[in-house]
Each structure stands twice: as structure tokens, then as C-alpha cells.
């Protein structure tokens, strides 16, 4: 008969009064080493756990049920080393308590590196409850023998059970984000739709202020690489750090591209770069409640679509709806936006060098309250230049431009979307 076969109460280090509960390996511990092995594994585990609660991993110190279920844990795992003596070729299976308080470590955020300590912890307990017993217990002759094969199924077992936890626990994590993220995907997606919803219950399952004042994000990566969904939550903290936000709700609305709102008190700063490359971001106006939190993300789908329609350049890789909001308009049906351009501008509406620096500088000229010195200066250009470049520009139009709306509509259109908005040559 092995030592293990032969386990009774004063082969227990430290005795529990602790009742001990059934567990799911009880009867293939029972069959193989006897009821004595079951209390020894008992008694181990409570002594076990009362190290690394009190002593050895404060990360471990939580609430009376959790302990319940760390000691819970550990006895079943005893149990499961106990089978691999018994059966040195079995495969380690961790048994269901195991993974139950896999999942409870996931809930209650146990760092893993917690766990995995644990149980190089229980490996060090193991073998200090070993020893004497194997020496009580077995020849002289087979003593260190029987010793190495404890040492051999307890660093088997762990090492398995490592990477089977370290599996689980990324599973249960992701489940979660997984889950967390799905719900309040629809919850986003049944106020963008204007359904009715509680707007206290509604913010704080999205853990977002939906009745404060909000800037929504439209966000997008050019990226070669699949996913980027880090990448644009990136940029979104970035963004949101960079206003002074007091919140932020971000959603993923496919590999490359996201929505997100950002909380905020007053007007902040305005960053132009989304400091990770090839993002571009769409921005809303702050709006407050859910109809700002609904139309905010409006104008941020749409100042990005403006921004992706734009020439190369022309526009900041953050575009503000409020700067594009007049193209935005406008430029809802390109063909009519042509009609309009090749109408408003006649001969300037070429796609010639020459006019392509005469709109420059009458867009310049219009945009300065038509001050010649203002657009020298900016433009570098002598002033003659300037006068001669607008008095010719005018020509082309064949307008008068001190009535400028239109002009000036139809000038800003060819600069900033460039010239797909110009007739067909």
C-alpha cells in the first residue's frame, strides 16, 4: 500500500474544525485512496489558504465567500494531484471548482499574477505535508523515491493547470469585454434611433453622463493591419484627455472604425492631430442631453465623410463639423454641386494652373474682407500681384464681386473637395 493510501488523522499538520464539503473528485479519491485521504486534503487546503490570505498574497484578501471558494479551490486541486499518484500517465483535467473560482477571480479582478503565485504557493505546501508523511508511512529504501514521484506530480499537475487557468481566464475576460461591449453597443444603437429609454438607467449601464453636454467622435483607420480597434480607442482617450473630458464612451462600429462621445464642462482645446497614424476623426459640436448626444453623432459621421471626400490636405486629419458645415449642405449630391461650381465661377472654373491660382487668390481675397495688404501678407505675393490676380479672376467670372455669397460658397467647395466638383473637361 502507498503512503498516500494510508493517510489518517495524524498525518493531518494542522487539524480543522472546519466541516469540509463534497466535491466533485470525492469518489475517485474515495475509490482509490480511502476517506483518510479526503480529510488530509481538507485539513491541507485550509491551512493553505489561511497562508495566502493572512500572510503570503494579500491580493487574495476579499470577502468571506470568495476565501470560502479560494479554499474550496485549493482542496479539489490537492484531490486532483492525488489521482495523478494514483495514475501517473492521466491526463490533468483541473477539476470544476477550479474553474468556478477561475471565474469568481475574473469577477472579483484578482490580478493573475495572484493566482499563478498561489499555486507555486500550494506546490511549497504540498510537499511540506508530504514529507513527514512519506517517512511515517513508506520504507527507508523508497523513501527519496517516493518523494521525487510527490514532487513529480505536483509540478505536473501545476504546470498544466497553469496554462489550462491562464486559457480560462483570458476566455472569461474577453467573454466579459465581449458581453460589456455587445450591451452597450444596443443601448447606443436604441438612443441613436430615437427609442425611449430612461436616461439615468441608460447612463449608468453605459457608465457615460447621457444627460451632460457631449462632443461625438466619428473615427476611422487607414491602417493595413485588420483590426484596429485599439488603435482608434487610442485616440479616442487621446482626444479626450486633450479637451479636459470628464467622460468617454467609446463603440466599436467595425475593425477600422468607431464612434465615441466624449463628456465635457466647456469649450476646450481643439487638437488637429489624432497622434496615431493614418486615424482620421470626425467632430460634432458640443450638444447637450440625448437629442445633443444623437445629433453630435450626426455631425461627426458626416465631417468625416466631408473630410474623406476632401483633396488630400485640404483638411485637418480631426475636422470639426462646425468648420465644414457649410460644405456639408451644400455637398450632399456631387453632380448638383457640379451645376453649381462650373455656373457660378465660368471661366475660373478650369482645371488649368493658372485658374487654380486665380481661385486661390480670390477665395484668399474674399476670406480677408477683401483686403489686398491682408492676403499680400499671408500669401507672400506683392501687392500688385494680388490686385491683378483678383481684377482678372473677376473677369473670368463674369460677376460682380462685391456680391460674393455664391462666389465665395463656390470657391471654398473647389478648395476643399478640389476637382471632382469642376465640370468634366
Aim: hydrophobic content about 45%.
Amino acid at each position: 500500500m502507498r503512503w498516500w493510501q494510508n493517510l489518517r488523522g495524524e498525518d493531518i499538520l494542522v487539524p480543522t474544525t472546519q466541516p469540509r464539503a463534497a466535491l466533485s473528485l470525492d469518489d475517485e479519491v474515495r475509490s482509490l485512496a480511502g476517506a483518510g485521504a479526503l480529510d488530509w486534503a481538507h485539513a491541507l487546503a485550509v491551512d493553505l489558504t489561511r497562508e495566502y490570505v493572512e500572510v503570503s498574497i494579500p491580493e487574495l484578501r476579499r470577502s468571506a465567500d470568495f476565501t470560502r471558494g479560494l479554499q474550496i479551490s485549493a482542496e479539489a486541486n490537492i484531490l486532483g494531484v492525488l489521482l495523478i499518484l494514483g495514475s501517473p500517465g492521466s491526463e490533468v483535467q483541473p477539476p470544476r471548482e477550479a474553474l468556478d473560482f477561475a471565474d469568481e477571480a475574473v469577477v472579483q479582478q484578482v490580478p493573475l499574477v495572484a493566482v499563478l503565485r498561489g499555486y507555486q504557493l500550494g506546490m511549497q505546501h504540498w510537499l511540506r505535508w508530504c514529507a513527514p508523511v512519506i517517512a511515517r508511512h513508506t520504507n527507508p529504501v523508497v523513501q527519496a523515491d517516493e518523494l521525487q514521484l510527490a514532487v513529480s506530480a505536483v509540478v505536473r499537475y501545476i504546470d498544466r493547470l497553469s496554462e489550462i487557468m491562464i486559457a480560462e481566464y483570458e476566455r472569461e475576460l474577453q467573454r466579459r469585454a465581449t458581453s460589456g461591449a455587445s450591451r452597450r453597443a444596443a443601448l447606443v444603437r436604441a438612443v441613436l434611433a430615437g427609442d425611449v429609454v430612461n436616461v439615468d438607467d441608460t447612463a449608468h449601464l453605459l457608465h457615460y453622463p447621457l444627460a451632460g453636454r457631449h462632443m461625438a467622435l466619428a473615427l476611422h483607420s487607414r491602417a493595413d493591419s485588420t483590426n484596429q480597434v485599439d488603435v482608434l480607442e487610442a485616440a479616442a482617450r487621446s482626444f479626450a484627455t486633450s479637451v479636459g473630458a470628464t467622460g468617454l464612451l467609446t463603440i466599436a462600429t467595425g475593425l477600422a472604425t468607431m464612434d465615441a462621445w466624449v463628456a465635457v464642462k466647456a469649450d476646450g482645446g481643439r487638437p488637429t492631430n489624432p497622434m496615431r497614424e493614418r486615424v482620421t476623426i470626425g467632430v460634432g459640436t458640443p450638444l447637450t442631453g440625448v437629442a445633443g448626444f444623437v445629433q453630435s453623432h450626426r455631425q461627426a459621421l458626416r465631417a468625416l465623410e466631408i473630410l474623406h471626400m476632401a483633396a488630400p490636405g485640404k483638411l485637418d486629419p480631426i475636422t470639426y463639423y462646425d468648420r465644414v458645415r457649410l460644405i456639408s449642405l451644400v455637398a450632399k449630391d456631387i453632380p448638383d454641386v457640379q451645376t453649381f461650381v462650373t455656373a457660378t465661377l465660368g471661366g475660373l472654373a478650369g482645371r488649368d494652373e493658372r485658374s487654380h491660382e486665380l481661385r486661390e487668390t480670390l477665395l484668399a481675397f474674399l476670406e480677408a474682407n477683401k483686403s489686398y495688404t491682408a492676403v499680400s501678407l499671408s500669401s507672400h505675393l506683392h501687392k500688385n500681384t494680388v490686385v491683378q490676380r483678383v481684377k482678372r479672376a473677376s473677369e473670368l467670372t463674369g460677376r460682380d464681386i462685391t456680391n460674393h455669397l455664391n462666389l465665395h460658397v463656390a470657391l471654398m467647395l473647389v478648395d476643399v473637395l478640389g476637382e471632382r466638383v469642376l465640370a468634366d473637361p
